[in-house]
């Protein structure tokens, strides 16, 4: 597996772009011995995070829809039942609602995410393994060598719930996952088993923590920081079911004192279009450079409401009617979707298509501009892995909802604390966490490690369009189609070594 590396530099906040050298390019192949002379300075192992901070954002194998994680998070909803596509417009993630994707081994969108992660993954071990013999700043490269550590752990996250059967609490968890890749070695390997993966996942967690813990500050919020990681932890703990964990990481990640100050966003910032790293709740995200603008292929061009494209015009996106309903007209995130579909303070052109419940939660520069920073963590979600870890352990329903209830008044300044006990709480805190985190690429993930099924109403209750999901509206709990094909290039490569999921 090769992956050449073009990066940008970023220096004091501000993102310039710096040249690919085309000859060290040629001569420096991340599978040789050349990798060696690419990781010789701290610097040079710096630029190789930040070309991988930039991998999840721009397009992938020229595919217009394959733009770095942020194309990811795209599919991990559109397979869910709350981001809903009115129309099928001019056909981007269509196959995806349809659940077609993960299950065509052959699929261009099934092996996309096994690619896009593996190849993090490798240059993640390149620094890792190399890293520790470079020159220069000690910080700089104790902070390059601990994110490539949280980018190998997010990876190998991402990919085992992607492509392994969920992970099952209290269980040895002994079904197949993905094979685990910490060295440099290329030659085919067998699956690991989901509790195998999440060893190691944890363990690089936990190495970053350690590398980071010293440092207050990073180059940007594009960087991992040890709060970043922390809330990593607590979304890993969470989907082990290992709740204590979960409560105590996601409370250090929003409260561990930074340069950052970040904390809950005002209303006013909630509905101002989710564009921008600079919100004081956003942990972690890409800020999209306005000389590497993808134009038709960034995140902003698939999930804004303004952007002047085809997509856009034709096929804007809508939250599902029946969680919209769940939440009072004085909560701030519903200010974000109109039932209308007209969206008037935005002065959409005639040519804009418009549906009922469509989302402006996502707003990209302009019409012409479809940049839009990509959230990737937000405090917001730590209160609700902490409210729901909390809830989840006997005898904290109480500490939950001090949390919970904080949480809530700040989106809702009429929130009425709720008398709900138990599993109807716990069910609060989930139907909250849906819309908050609505386009935020988590539903699939969520009903997966909750092992619920899909259910996206029927063809006479929600604005689901029958046409667009090829009348998909419920996949039960458990069926194989929530695991991923293991793509067909890999087992064919893997020469029989790599096992193929349920077809």
């Keep these: 597996m090769k992956k050449y590396i073009c990066s940008f530099i970023i220096i004091a906040g501000l993102f310039t772009l710096s040249s690919c050298k085309d000859e060290f390019l040629e001569t420096v192949p991340t599978d040789s011995v050349g990798d060696v002379s690419a990781v010789a300075t701290a610097d040079n192992l710096m630029t190789i995070i930040n070309g991988m901070h930039r991998d999840l954002y721009v397009r992938q194998n020229s595919n217009q829809g394959q733009n770095g994680q942020a194309g990811i998070m795209i599919m991990m909803d559109a397979?869910?039942?709350?981001?809903?596509?009115?129309?099928?417009g001019n056909g981007w993630y269509v196959t995806t609602a349809r659940w077609q994707d993960q299950v065509n081994e052959n699929g261009a969108n099934d092996f996309y995410p096994y690619q896009f992660y593996y190849a993090l993954i490798r240059n993640a071990n390149t620094v890792i393994n190399?890293?520790?013999?470079?020159?220069?700043?000690?910080?700089?490269?104790?902070?390059?060598?601990?994110?490539?550590?949280?980018?190998?752990?997010?990876?190998?996250y991402m990919l085992v719930q992607l492509y392994g059967i969920r992970y099952s609490a209290g269980t040895t968890n002994s079904q197949l996952g993905v094979p685990v890749r910490t060295s440099l070695e290329i030659t085919p390997k067998a699956r690991n088993t989901v509790e195998e993966v999440y060893t190691q996942i944890n363990s690089d967690l936990d190495t970053a923590i350690s590398l980071l813990t010293p440092y207050t500050s990073r180059i940007a919020k594009s960087h991992f920081d040890v709060k970043v990681v922390?809330?990593?932890?607590?979304?890993?703990?969470?989907?082990?079911?290992?709740?204590?964990?979960?409560?105590?990481?996601?409370?250090?990640?929003?409260?561990?004192?930074?340069?950052?100050?970040?904390?809950?966003?005002?209303?006013?910032?909630?509905?101002?279009?989710?564009?921008?790293?600079?919100?004081?709740?956003?942990?972690?995200?890409?800020?999209?450079?306005?000389?590497?603008?993808?134009?038709?292929?960034?995140?902003?061009?698939?999930?804004?409401?303004?952007?002047?494209?085809?997509?856009?015009?034709?096929?804007?996106?809508?939250?599902?009617?029946?969680?919209?309903?769940?939440?009072?007209?004085t909560d701030v995130r519903?200010?974000?979707?109109?039932?209308?579909?007209?969206?008037?303070?935005?002065?959409?052109?005639?040519?804009?298509?418009?549906?009922?419940?469509?989302?402006?939660?996502?707003?990209?520069?302009?019409?012409?501009?479809?940049?839009?920073?990509?959230?990737?963590m937000r405090v917001a979600e730590m209160y609700l892995i902490e409210s729901e870890a909390l809830a989840r352990i006997p005898g904290k329903e109480a500490d939950s909802r001090i949390v919970f209830n904080q949480f809530m008044l700040n989106r809702n300044p009429s929130y009425v604390a709720s008398t709900n006990t138990g599993t109807a709480y716990i069910n609060e805190i989930l139907d909250s966490r849906r819309i908050e985190l609505w386009g935020e690429g988590f539903r699939f993930l969520d009903l997966k490690r909750l092992n619920l099924p899909l259910d996206r109403g029927s063809s006479t209750t929600t604005n689901h369009s029958a046409t667009v999901i090829n009348n998909v509206y419920a996949v039960p709990a458990g069926d194989k189609r929530w695991q991923y094909l293991i793509p067909k290039s890999e087992i064919d490569a893997s020469n029989g070594l790599v096992v193929q999921n349920p077809l």
């Excluded at 490269?141 to 980018?151: D, G, H, Q, S, T």
């Design 79 to 88: 397979l869910g039942e709350d981001l809903v596509f009115p129309s099928t």
């Design 230 to 329: 922390r809330g990593l932890k607590a979304r890993v703990a969470l989907t082990q079911g290992n709740y204590q964990i979960a409560a105590d990481n996601a409370k250090l990640a929003r409260t561990t004192a930074s340069a950052d100050n970040i904390a809950l966003m005002s209303n006013a910032s909630y509905t101002a279009g989710f564009n921008t790293l600079t919100n004081s709740e956003w942990m972690w995200g890409s800020y999209i450079v306005a000389d590497q603008t993808d134009y038709f292929g960034n995140f902003g061009a698939y999930m804004s409401r303004n952007y002047n494209s085809t997509n856009i015009r034709t096929a804007p996106k809508a939250i599902n009617k029946l969680l919209y309903q769940k939440f009072p007209t």
């Design 130 to 156: 190399y890293g520790q013999s470079a020159t220069g700043d000690v910080a700089t490269k104790n902070k390059a060598i601990a994110e490539a550590y949280a980018y190998r752990a997010f990876c190998h």
């Design 334 to 376: 519903t200010k974000n979707f109109d039932p209308t579909g007209q969206h008037t303070a935005l002065g959409l052109a005639s040519s804009f298509s418009k549906f009922a419940y469509t989302s402006q939660k996502f707003l990209a520069v302009s019409t012409s501009d479809s940049r839009c920073d990509v959230p990737l």
